[in-house]
């Protein structure tokens, strides 16, 4: 019965895009959200802003803010796709943040519940690449 349930939520949702849905079976998981493990954005996105990420994202868990994105941790599937699509290296797994990064954890499922979804790549802002690597941007973000 479980693997009847996956396949109607894989053709619901898949969009033509099923392969995270397929690494996530290969994972030996026997439904989409198993863990409560999620992907994150970091402080280096914050005035960068790419939306390299959100291309790829099979199940459009990416939300805009002014100046930042974030992922809802409800949301990601786990798939890995948009961690290294992110030109500024900005995305982590969430076993795997940063130290002293911690609170974008809070944050991301903070900002999910409130900023619109974005489900297309849009233009940098101009400045972004004058932002990229700066440190301790929490204090830039704009909600």
């Known amino acids: 019965m479980a693997q009847v349930m996956l396949q109607i939520t894989l053709t619901r949702h898949s969009q033509g895009k099923s392969s995270c849905y397929n690494a996530a079976l290969l ?17 280096n996105c914050i005035k960068c802003k790419h939306t390299d990420c ?7 868990c990416f939300y805009e803010g002014p100046n930042f994105l974030v992922i809802h941790p409800d949301e990601c599937i786990d798939c890995a796709l ?13 076993d795997e943040i940063p130290v002293g990064q911690e609170v974008f954890l809070e944050l991301n499922a903070e900002l999910a519940d409130v900023w619109p979804n974005i489900t297309a790549q849009k233009e940098a802002p101009a400045d972004a690449e004058e932002w ?3 440190e301790n941007k929490l204090q830039y973000l704009e909600r």
Do not use: H, N, S, W
């Open 132 to 134: 990229d690597g700066v």
């Open 82 to 94: 948009c961690e290294p699509e992110c030109p500024v290296d900005a995305i982590f797994a969430e």
């Open 27 to 43: 994972r030996g998981r026997t439904t989409l959200k198993e863990t409560d493990m999620t992907f994150i954005v970091g402080d």
């Open 54 to 60: 959100v291309e790829v994202c099979p199940v459009d």
